[in-house]
């Protein structure tokens, strides 16, 4: 029985620039004051109070459709950090912690993407990407009886980060709840992808299992896509509905 493990995050931090400190120009032993050596000494202390901030990504990526990457900027100071992508401001973000964060919405399209962040005069950019991946059914709506027995089969096919799938497992979850993975209640049935990245569950090990399962009723599904046993990262389809009749 496979369990899943929690999802992996990747990340990355761009550095922002900071100003150098300010040249000083020579000056004679005779006719610099007694204080510019001290002066001089406090010059990079100034320069390393100024405001920073680097950007971190909760993903390496994130799939089309569904929830978009958290970027998250760690900022020495006070006050909002006004975040933007491809140059189209995202709103202003409280610092909390020295931490202010933004969830990217889940409808851009599959590319990569910059993200900006500016608090003060310091900036930062990060990368990432959203990759074309889809899970569909060929059918998505059905109606059986629970005093039946011969039940339609359902399939449909895997592409990921923008190519077919070759392999890899199809879940299916009642509400969509994978949470324990194959042990939860929530646990239908499982299908293994083929290489041309197709699926299919027979009449019985899916609609079969609804109908004895979980009876009369509506139920809605969805169909989960992972690459391996791991779990760390996947897709899901379109909500499937099963309503069984007496």
Request: proline letters at 4%.
């Amino acid at each position: 029985m496979r369990r899943f493990a929690t999802l992996a995050a990747a990340s990355a931090a761009s550095l922002a620039l900071v100003a150098p400190a300010a040249v000083l120009t020579a000056t004679t032993a005779s006719a610099a004051p007694s204080s510019a050596s001290a002066s001089t000494a406090d010059a990079p202390t100034v320069a390393a109070r100024k405001a920073k901030i680097k950007l971190k990504k909760s993903k390496a990526g994130t799939h089309y459709g569904l929830a978009g990457n958290k970027i998250t900027a760690q900022v020495r100071g006070k006050g909002k950090v006004t975040f933007s992508v491809n140059g189209t401001k995202l709103g202003k973000k409280k610092i909390k912690k020295g931490k202010a964060s933004v969830r990217l919405p889940s409808d851009l399209a599959p590319g990569t993407y910059k993200v900006k962040a500016k608090f003060k005069k310091s900036k930062a950019t990060i990368k990432t990407v959203v990759w074309d991946s889809a899970l569909n059914v060929n059918t998505a709506v059905f109606t059986v009886s629970a005093a039946g027995y011969d039940f339609p089969e359902m399939g449909g096919q895997v592409k990921f980060k923008g190519k077919i799938a070759k392999k890899g497992w199809v879940d299916i979850y009642l509400d969509g709840k994978n949470k324990g993975g194959s042990s939860s209640p929530n646990y239908c049935c499982m299908a293994s992808v083929s290489a041309d990245g197709t699926f299919n569950f027979s009449g019985y090990s899916f609609l079969g299992k609804v109908a004895e399962q979980w009876g009369v009723g509506t139920h809605q599904f969805r169909a989960q896509y992972t690459p391996t046993a791991s779990f760390s990262d996947y897709i899901y389809s379109q909500w499937i509905t099963v309503t069984v009749t007496p």
